[in-house]
Nanobody
Framework: VQLQASGGGLVQAGDSLRLTCQASGPTAGRSSLGWYRRIAGKEREFIAAIPWGADRPWYSDSVRGRFTMSRDNPKNTIDLQLNNLKREDTAIYYC??????????????WGQGTLVTVSS
């Protein structure tokens, strides 16, 4: 699976931003897809995923209620709507693909990352 993320940028605290990831490849349509982020000085962390065949996303506690993930199966894209952004959300955001068992822990495939910077 190949993954291409876009939509990052510089915003102010309280603003919203929408990230998009295009998945491609012969197994993209049957893969679980998700989002991670790496905050400077910290390990990459899981934030959201929609497993293949699931009807609702999974979220980490750190973003539940502020971030919303969606998936367009015919287009093989996933979006991440980031609302009420905080300075601590500044990070490189990655889309990822894997199985339902691995997508929240050790995805097999990674996109290149897109930088989100939140200023006060």
């Amino acid at each position: 699976v190949q993954l291409q993320a876009s939509g990052g940028g510089l915003v102010q605290a309280g603003d919203s931003l929408r990230l998009t990831c295009q998945a491609s490849g012969p197994t993209a349509g049957r893969s679980s897809l998700g989002w991670y982020r790496r905050i400077a000085g910290k390990e990459r962390e899981f934030i959201a995923a929609i497993p293949w065949g699931a009807d609702r996303p999974w979220y980490s506690d750190s973003v539940r209620g502020r971030f919303t993930m969606s998936r367009d199966n015919p287009k093989n894209t996933i979006d991440l709507q980031l609302n009420n952004l905080k300075r601590e959300d500044t990070a490189i955001y990655y889309c990822a693909a894997g199985s339902a068992m691995t997508i929240t822990k050790r995805p097999q495939y990674w996109g290149q990352g897109t930088l989100v910077t939140v200023s006060s």
